[in-house]
């Protein structure tokens, strides 16, 4: 059973930064990772998508430039490097994994989620 933890969460003002970390276990073979996004009242979006060998396929427009994501494989975890935060960053953020070489920014391809890890940016 793969499983998923978020950290590094928490509230900062705007221009600051922050890491997120996914801790990964329970998984073999080829998989994808991802982070996604969900605002109150919007619909969960793909932040950033990354292939266990480390490519990344995917970030969102909003997020390029600024978010960088990666994986230590020794330690079996996704980061997620955010810079240069803005309000309309704030939301909760979700690790995701799926099998396969596939990594679409699309939630609902993902079958495995993690809690949840709180972002607030203040302005």
């Known amino acids: 059973q793969v499983q998923l933890v978020e950290s590094g969460g928490g509230s900062v003002q705007a221009g600051g930064s922050l890491r997120l970390s996914c801790a990964a276990s329970g998984y073999y073979g080829s998989y994808c990772m991802g982070w996604f996004r969900q605002a109150p009242g919007k619909e969960r979006e793909g932040v950033a998508t990354?292939?266990?060998?480390?490519?990344?396929?995917y970030y969102a427009a909003s997020v390029k430039g600024r978010f960088s994501a990666s994986q230590d494989n020794t330690k079996n975890t996704l980061y997620l490097q955010m810079n240069s935060l803005k309000p309309e960053d704030t939301a909760m953020y979700y690790c995701a994994a799926r099998a396969g070489y596939y990594c679409p920014p699309t939630p609902d391809r993902y079958n495995y989620w993690g809690q949840g890890t709180q972002v607030t940016v203040s302005s």
């Open positions: 990354i292939t266990s060998g480390g490519g990344i396929t």
